[in-house]
């Protein structure tokens, strides 16, 4: 996951040093040319400003006055350093770092518009964006920052930036141990987003855990969906609740509630059919199946290759229902990261998940952290 976007900023960062180096030299031409002359008696005072700025205080000799006349204050300062009582080094110390690269709102702007692209490039949605920028500002401008530490400094910066945008995660199977039995869990996402296979790798990952599941094929919709679950079971050897196709799907997940119960299973696991976000008489059949089967869970499954579809699907899905969570499928075919990126901070809910793969294993607990350090942060 992210090999494109971390490569990407990778890049980014060198060319951010570059342009600081430019911007230093230009600056630097500049502040040679129209550096005032010190005049004399004015010594003392101009020191003192610097000095004010950089939260030190100076005594100075009153000769000092007549010996730097005519100078710049820079060369000034830099003849007087020998002379200059012990006291006061910290002064110059303060002073060298002054000298140093301060991120201005250009220099800013100039970094940011080469990021802003590279993140829209890599699926990052537009409201993660602005988080990221605003961050970023608030980070940076202004900021005295030397030289050799510019990369790492921004690279800091972007880290934090993004580690923002992530919801807190929480430990799934503890959750389901401490919660009454059974836990249900409703999944939805649209076709072909990988639901089923998420379910059943959930499924694998539970029982791995000594939690006893029954799938509730509540699908009545899609053609094979159901025959799609009863193979993972028959896989898994866990039981399966169906009806026929075209039943209500709300009584589906209440009979498997009910089998649980009869069972003494711990969780419920219950697919939904795959619906557009847009399509309004079947997002009204999922607030029905919430009513019915009060589901602990819901979990809104996305294609992270997808980018800013999936990013705005799980939108959709989390007004129409409050989804609690996210799983993100097909991460090991996504080489942009923008929807793990974007997701938790345009719903507000956690990633839990990740599906790296076709096989049952092929289900990763969400790191943030993993995250970043695949970014390359
Ligand atoms: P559904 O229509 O939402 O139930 O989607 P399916 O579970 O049928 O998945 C659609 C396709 O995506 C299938 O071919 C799955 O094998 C594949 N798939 C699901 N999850 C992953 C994943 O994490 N990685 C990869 N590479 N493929 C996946």
Redesign the pocket.
């Known amino acids: 996951m992210f090999n494109k976007l971390k490569e990407k900023l990778k890049s980014w960062f060198s060319s951010a040093k570059t342009q600081a180096e430019e911007q230093e030299k230009v600056e630097k031409t500049l502040k040679k040319e129209s550096k005032p002359k010190i005049k004399e008696g004015k010594v003392e005072e101009k020191l003192k400003k610097i000095a004010e700025k950089a939260t030190v205080e100076i005594h100075l000799e009153p000769s000092l006055d007549k010996q730097l006349r005519g100078e710049t204050i820079t060369e000034g300062l830099k003849g007087i350093e020998q002379e200059i009582k012990p006291e006061n080094k910290g002064f110059f110390i303060k002073l060298k770092e002054k000298f140093s690269f301060k991120v201005t709102k250009e220099y800013f702007a100039g970094i940011w518009e080469n990021l802003e692209l590279i993140l829209l490039e890599n699926n990052v949605s537009l409201k993660a964006i602005d988080q990221i920028k605003e961050n970023l500002e608030k980070e940076l401008i202004g900021k005295e920052i030397k030289k050799d530490d510019l990369e790492q400094e921004i690279k800091s910066a972007l880290k934090s930036s993004i580690e923002n945008l992530f919801v807190e995660s929480f430990d799934l199977i503890e959750k389901i141990r401490n919660s009454e039995k059974p836990f249900v869990i409703l999944f939805v ?1 649209i ?8 379910i059943a790798k959930l499924a694998y990952l539970l029982e791995k855990h000594k939690l006893k599941v029954v799938l509730a094929a509540a699908d009545t919709f899609r053609a094979a969906s159901i025959e ?1 679950l009863s193979l993972h079971a028959d896989k898994l050897k866990v039981p399966i609740i169906k009806h026929e196709y075209g039943s209500d799907p709300a009584s589906v997940g209440f009979d498997a509630i009910k089998h649980a119960q009869s069972h003494n299973l711990d969780v419920v696991l219950i697919d939904t059919a ?1 619906r557009m976000h847009t399509k309004e008489n079947l997002i009204k059949e999922m607030e029905k199946i919430c009513r019915v089967t009060k589901p602990d869970l819901k979990l809104f ?1 996305g294609e992270s290759i997808t980018g800013n579809d999936a990013t705005e699907q799980a939108e959709k899905f989390n007004e129409a229902i409050q989804i609690d969570g996210i799983i993100l ?5 996504d080489e942009k990261g923008g929807t793990a990126i974007s997701v938790s901070k345009v719903t507000g809910k956690p990633i839990l998940y990740l ?4 096989r049952m294993e ?1 289900l990763k607990e969400f790191k943030k952290e993993e995250i970043i350090k695949s970014l390359g942060l």
């Open positions: 996402g076709n072909g987003s990988g639901k089923t296979t998420t799609q795959g499954i499928s097909k991460a090991d075919v599906g790296v793969g076709q092929d």
